[in-house]
């Protein structure tokens, strides 16, 4: 924990580079710090997942984006941060301005050319188990 | 939101035309209303993501299947609609029943002739941070 | 019910056998047993789905880990159970051990050899709605 989950419709990928928004979103989520200035995720944990829908459907399936002149061909990308239980909300709204700022400056132009929706969310897990092993962690701990 | 996720094992592609199942049930989402006969997801936030499973294994993996004369080749299929919290009890159960009709329209051959296990369940989003930007909303808003 | 969903980066596949895996992991689901010697999980409902992401980024993308003399291509594992509500902790407890048994048997050199993250979580779920609709239950009912 933290992972990032990205589920999108493929078509996306035409116009968006997928693989630099997720070392972005990465990138992001090791550089954050809370009020004391402490980083807010270790860095072997952040982890980022984006997965493309073999299948989708959004809204009517293109006939109103047509009427509009374009091509009809909708998208949608939803991201999910699960993490850990118990940041205090500043710092939850604050991570989530901070990745939303970076999946905007990626996905802006294929918002206002195309027809999208982007939808960020961050849930708190509600694990009743919960084990971690890890041969990340160690790599980026402070001697 | 609201969306709908299906995870499915790919093996039910060779009877099922997902992507027709995918339109069919934004087609629904779209319909349904309330008791007010308001419609209850804007158009624009309408969304169906469908995954076929690269790897998986289902109950004892076929033995019993092909005990029974069948292929043992089993299948599952589930469906996650995540949506915003505050709906009336009456409206989920509502969503849920129209959805599950199209689902078992779909699939009810299959599960007759196959053994197949289909889940449907609606989640009510408990996210702490919620950003959407869309430029699908504004095809569908009336003037 | 139960589900098991595994995302996991692609890069493990090239060490693990990730179909095996879920062999394992669902026959580990259909033996356990609770306090009363009863099967905790009903045979035809157990389900595990892996997909291996199409792009990701973990931890800061390499370098910490070139710098080790590793190949620096972390991976991450992550396995999600969704189970129904309320059963025992002590049985959620004993789930979660026997599953992460059989993860750590499958991953444990990998661990040890690159730099990898592994997270097993049980959540029960809260869904507002259920519908199950199966083929496979009848196979194995006791007469």
Redesign the interface.
Same mark, same amino acid.
């Given at each position: 924990?933290p992972?990032l989950?990205i589920?999108?419709?493929a078509n996306i990928e035409a116009q968006v580079d997928?693989?630099a928004?997720? /070392?972005e +979103? *990465?990138?992001t989520m090791?550089s954050i710090k809370d009020e004391q200035a402490k980083q807010v995720f270790p860095?072997?944990?952040? /982890?980022? +997942? *984006?997965?493309?829908?073999?299948?989708?459907?959004?809204?009517?399936?293109g006939a109103?984006?047509k009427a509009?002149g374009c091509s009809g061909d909708?998208g949608?990308v939803?991201l999910n941060?699960r993490m850990a239980r118990g940041r205090g909300?500043s710092v939850?709204?604050h991570?989530?301005?901070a990745l939303?700022n970076v999946?905007?400056e990626h996905?802006r132009t294929l918002?206002?050319r195309?027809?999208?929706?982007?939808?960020?969310?961050?849930?708190?897990?509600?694990?009743?188990?919960?084990?971690?092993?890890?041969?990340?962690?160690p790599?980026?701990r402070k001697n």
């Open positions: 924990m992972h989950v589920l999108y419709t997928v693989a928004l997720c /070392r +979103l *990465a990138d090791v860095t072997g944990g952040v /982890r980022v +997942l *984006a997965y493309p829908a073999k299948y989708h459907a959004v809204a009517d399936g109103a984006g509009a909708y949608f939803y941060l909300d939850k709204q991570i989530g301005k939303e999946v905007m996905l918002l206002e195309e027809h999208i929706g982007i939808t960020l969310q961050i849930d708190e897990g509600q694990e009743v188990f919960d084990a971690k092993n890890s041969s990340l962690h790599l980026f």
